[in-house]
């Protein structure tokens, strides 16, 4: 089974960069997605990395190391709509499902 | 495309009670599944379908029956309702269940209340 550890919440400015960070224990590794859950919404997907290294895709990135069981998204630029939940979500190697962390809660500020 | 749908959007159950949460999508996705979310605890599958006519257990199945008969349709029927299933429940599809095609499409959600 997956173990999936994110912290649970950060304030950050507007304009600001802020880094969140997501770590895994799996059997089989085999992609990890990004979600952004605005409250009260359905996860929109940010992102999908299986091989190590940064994708980069407008003002988010997603970096994954999968030797260290670790990922975090990056927001540049930070605006107020960047408030929300970001979901890690590990795929097993073998099983079709998608373990989800618990989210970690970005609050912008002005 | 209206993507995902789910009826009803909020639900009211007393204990014991049964009802189908409904969930359809028009992407001609083969993967669908459904999750629940509970304050602190992040989304956790309770059955998902690979295909019609094939479905599986997930992290949380207990309380809860699924059906597949068609590619678009996914109902969830909670056998007898417990307040335990107080939660927010989200219905996804995906194209693959693999890769890059694993991305989950959600639907809206709904909010069940059991009394």
């Known amino acids: 089974g997956q173990n999936i550890d994110q912290p649970t919440e950060m304030t950050a400015t507007e304009g600001a960069i802020v880094q969140i960070n997501c770590t895994y224990q799996?059997?089989?590794?085999?992609?990890l997605f990004w979600y952004q859950q605005h409250a009260g919404e359905a996860p929109t997907f940010l992102s999908y990395n299986v091989l190590d290294g940064l994708e980069e895709k407008g003002r988010f990135s997603s970096f994954l190391s999968r030797s260290k069981g670790y990922s975090y998204l990056l927001l540049k630029e930070l605006q107020m709509k960047d408030s929300a939940s970001y979901l890690c979500a590990v795929m097993e190697e073998g099983n079709n499902r998608l373990a989800f962390g618990k989210g970690n809660q970005v609050v912008v500020i002005p | 495309n209206a993507g995902v749908t789910q009826t009803p959007k909020f639900q009211v159950l007393k204990t014991g009670q049964s009802m189908t949460l409904q969930c359809a999508q028009d992407?001609?996705?083969?993967?669908m599944s459904w999750y629940r979310q509970d304050p602190g605890m992040g989304l956790r599958l309770i059955h998902y379908s690979v295909g019609a006519g094939i479905t599986d257990q997930g992290e949380v199945p207990n309380g809860y029956n699924v059906s597949r008969s068609t590619t678009e349709d996914f109902p969830l029927r909670l056998l007898s309702a417990a307040p335990s299933q107080t939660s927010v429940y989200f219905c996804?599809?995906?194209?693959?269940?693999?890769?890059?095609?694993?991305?989950?499409?959600f639907g809206p959600g709904t909010r069940l209340t059991v009394t």
């Open positions: 992407m001609n996705h083969e993967y």
């Open positions: 996804a599809s995906s194209y693959s269940w693999s890769g890059r095609g694993y991305e989950q499409y």
């Open positions: 799996t059997s089989g590794f085999n992609g």
